[in-house]
């Protein structure tokens, strides 16, 4: 492994859950892969551009000049140049945050990074492993410890589904859920990651 593309979504620096995570994960992973290089797309603090008049004509035109596909092309060559892409993001509003979508609007382009078949969209991206980490206020995944039920989760199926179109089928998810929640439930929810963490990538 060469390059491992880090995606990073929270705003908030170093009270971010999120981030925090991600860097003892990006540490473990560096120790399976210590020649491998750490490229850092920070999306909060250099969003995409969001989906625009210029920009959807070129997708609708394949005629159009492909200026329009600048930085689109940007953020795809980076996604391609990785053997693996870690995801480190909050769950804002049960789903993904806007910095995350916007990106997602710039990489997963038809003619680029699918194709749509009679069969339905094929993916051209060649497979690598995505590590998704995900710190969220309350519980999805489940009720929560006191029995509240799980919130609906447009987060983690729209996420594998829009990896999976493009051809990222080897996808892992770590959660921290319930870390607005007091010390005590976030301390359960960076311990119950820890062991995610284990299994997916055993300490060296
Ligand atoms: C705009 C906004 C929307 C949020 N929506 C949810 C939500 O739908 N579900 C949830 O469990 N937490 C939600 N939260 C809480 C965040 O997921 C939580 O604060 C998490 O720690 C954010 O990740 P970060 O610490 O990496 O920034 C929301 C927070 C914000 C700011």
């Not at 995610?196 to 060296?204: A, N």
Request: glycine share 4%; charged share 20%; net charge neutral.
């Amino acid at each position: 492994m060469q390059t491992i593309l880090y995606i990073s979504c929270s705003p908030r620096g170093s009270a971010s859950h999120s981030l925090d995570f991600a860097e003892e994960f990006l540490t473990r992973l560096h120790q399976h892969h210590p020649t491998a290089r750490i490229h850092n797309r920070d999306l909060a603090a250099n969003p995409p551009t969001v989906v625009d008049a210029a920009f959807s004509n070129a997708i609708l035109d394949p005629a159009s000049p492909p200026e329009a596909f600048t930085q689109s092309e940007t953020l795809i060559r980076e996604l391609e140049d990785a053997d693996a892409l870690v995801i480190a993001t909050p769950m804002h509003n049960f789903t993904v945050p806007a910095v995350l979508k916007a990106w997602i609007d710039q990489i997963v382009r038809i003619h680029r990074t699918f194709k749509s078949t009679p069969a339905g969209k094929v993916g051209t991206l060649q497979d690598r492993p995505v590590y998704i980490l995900i710190a969220s206020g309350g519980w999805f995944s489940g009720p929560s410890p006191t029995g509240t039920p799980a919130q609906p989760d447009f987060l983690t199926p729209y996420l594998t589904t829009i990896l999976n179109t493009i051809g990222l089928r080897d996808i892992h998810i770590i959660a921290l859920e319930g870390v607005t929640r007091g010390p005590a439930m976030l301390e359960r929810a960076v311990s119950l990651a820890r062991q995610s963490l284990d299994r997916i990538l055993p300490p060296r």
